[in-house]
């Protein structure tokens, strides 16, 4: 009877805080509705306009599988600059030039930072690397280290030999696959010729193709490295809504800690690795890990901390790899859909170049047609579809607009290439537009108009540029002149598909696959 009755009791109690707790909720989505419907006049600045928000979600569910074009839309319904709500985050977003140049140039105190996410914090040792650092003395330091020790011109140039040895293996495996009639995925060739520069560069290690450094490394790197662009890459709702980091019910954060686990002990090994490989004195060249290495640490200390190195290198692979592989599978299908951009790039590469011999990297200042290609490519297809998220460090306005502290920025640089106010015939894809009439060089990186920004600018520009430039141009300039180009088997060249999926970078939704026919001399290709 008595445990009857304390059923019965706990039945009607969890009842009444079911209720409870249910009126409560609807309670507070309908006051927060009528706050954020509301909140659009912050004293007597207006926020910039944007589309009605839900309550507690905010403008999150208006977000799809492609958020860059859901939010160019936006721009085009509501104005250059949009104001949304995200959750319980203030965000704005922008494809407009004069706006981003604001945002970059005559702000850029402003909006140098960046939002602390759950990402940043698991996969970038808590915010501790460059890339995703907040503005502050610690990104300052590492960002000194970056561009005064590692990414300087010198050191560049002192790994030419590898990028050309890595240039002539891309293609010599396009050719073997020629010689027997296969099909080439350029995906996986173009991965492999980014990946093996940056490990090479990096690490001192060249991990794909035959004679591969340490296949079993090699292929743990490359998984890492998969599971750590995929995490970067989404838009994590714990970062909006604080419920959903408790529940985490696709187990988001579970898997961020364990590829947190991986990939620094990953790290450790290749550290302890390069500081036996110092002690035995091999004396080979020096990587960026002996670089990091051999650097004094801060306030006086002999050495930096691992945990300092170990967020430098990640933050190297990730923004390095990736970047340039994915625009050059870009701009291979571009070509490829449109013969007639392939034909006169091979006759500007003949011209310069010649049958003789193959393309070096002092060739490439002098392949306007093809910078024309990469630029275009870049206003088509950036690398990423957004820059790495901005944020506000204090309240400011923008073309009379108020914009709060911590505002989330999200600058749309696949939104700004198709922006039918400054570009004509958006998704034609037209090098040619890119040629300038004095027949000067064309600069990859933008203009003082804004007009494409594929490395960004200001504070936060991309300091891999000159290297990410160096890639792209290298890869595409001998797959170019070594061979002539046409579309997997049964497909018209317009029926290349170009549909893209989202992510930090932004890649093909296939791999490009296509057919290959030598142009050049036999030995030239080995
Ligand atoms: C085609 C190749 C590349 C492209 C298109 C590219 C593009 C970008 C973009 C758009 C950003 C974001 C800037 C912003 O948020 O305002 C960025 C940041 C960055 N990139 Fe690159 N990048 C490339 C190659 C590289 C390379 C080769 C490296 C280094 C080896 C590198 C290192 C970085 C770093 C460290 C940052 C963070 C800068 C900071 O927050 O201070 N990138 N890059």
Not at 76 to 80: A, Q
Not at 250 to 269: I, L
């Given at each position: 009877m008595d445990s009857a009755l304390h059923v019965f009791m706990i039945n009607h109690l969890l009842t009444f805080l079911c209720i409870l707790s249910s009126s409560y909720l609807i309670f507070k989505c309908i006051s927060w509705w009528f706050f954020f419907s509301n909140n659009s006049i912050v004293g007597a600045i207006k926020l910039p306009p944007g589309p009605p928000k839900w309550p507690i979600f905010g403008n999150l569910l208006q977000l799809g599988q492609l958020p860059h074009r859901d939010l160019a839309a936006l721009c085009?319904?509501?104005?250059?600059l949009v104001y949304l709500r995200l959750g319980r985050v203030d965000a704005i977003t922008t494809n407009d030039p004069d706006i981003i140049r604001e945002i970059l140039w005559q702000q850029d105190d402003v909006f140098a930072s960046r939002p602390r996410t759950l990402a940043a914090e698991h996969l970038a040792y808590n915010c501790g690397d460059?890339?995703?650092?907040?503005l502050g003395p610690k990104w300052k330091r590492l960002r000194r280290i970056c561009m005064e020790h590692l990414l300087t011109t010198k050191r560049l140039e002192s790994f030419a030999g590898h990028r050309s040895d890595e240039?002539?293996?891309l293609v010599r495996n396009v050719w073997a696959s020629a010689q027997c009639g296969k099909e080439v995925n350029l995906r996986e060739l173009l991965g492999a010729f980014s990946m093996n520069n940056v490990t090479r560069m990096l690490l001192g290690k060249q991990y794909f193709g035959v004679g591969s450094d340490a296949p079993q490394e090699a292929v743990e790197f490359m998984h890492i490295t998969h599971e750590l662009f995929w995490l970067l890459g989404l838009i994590y709702l714990g970062d909006y809504l604080?419920?959903?980091?408790?529940?985490?019910?696709?187990?988001?954060?579970?898997?961020?800690?364990?590829?947190?686990?991986?990939?620094?002990?990953?790290?450790?090994?290749?550290?302890?690795q390069h500081r036996v490989s110092k002690e035995n004195q091999d004396g080979g060249e020096m990587d960026f890990v002996d670089v990091l290495l051999s650097l004094p640490g801060e306030d006086g200390k002999e050495h930096m901390d691992d945990i300092e190195i170990k967020a430098l290198i990640q933050d190297m692979i990730a923004a390095a790899t990736d970047t340039s592989a994915v625009t050059n599978e870009w701009a291979m299908a571009e070509v490829i859909k449109h013969p007639h951009v392939l034909k006169r790039?091979?006759?500007e590469l003949d011209s310069i170049v010649g049958p003789n011999r193959m393309v070096q990297e002092t060739d490439l200042a002098h392949l306007n047609y093809l910078r024309c290609i990469v630029r275009e490519t870049f206003r088509m297809h950036p690398a990423g579809p957004f820059l790495i998220p901005h944020e506000s460090t204090r309240a400011t306005t923008i073309n009379g607009y108020y914009i709060p502290e911590r505002t989330r920025v999200f600058i749309n640089t696949h939104g700004l290439g198709r922006n039918t106010a400054i570009w004509d015939d958006v998704d034609r894809f037209e090098p040619e537009r890119h040629w300038a009439a004095d027949g000067s060089r064309v600069e990859i990186s933008h203009g003082a108009d804004f007009k494409i920004l594929p490395f960004s600018a200001g504070k936060r520009k991309c300091p891999g540029a000159p290297l990410g430039v160096t890639l792209v141009l290298t890869a595409l300039a001998r797959l170019l002149h070594a061979f002539d180009w046409a579309p997997a088997a049964g497909l018209r060249p317009e029926d290349v598909d170009t549909s893209e999926v989202y992510g930090m970078t932004m890649p093909k939704a296939r791999p490009l696959i296509a057919i290959a026919r030598p142009r050049l001399a036999a030995h030239l290709y080995h």
């Open positions: 085009e319904k509501y104005g250059p460059v890339a995703l650092a907040p240039a002539q293996h604080p419920i959903w980091r408790w529940v985490d019910p696709f187990g988001c954060e579970k898997k961020m800690r364990q590829v947190e686990k991986k990939v620094d002990e990953f790290h450790t090994k290749i550290i302890e790039a091979q006759q």
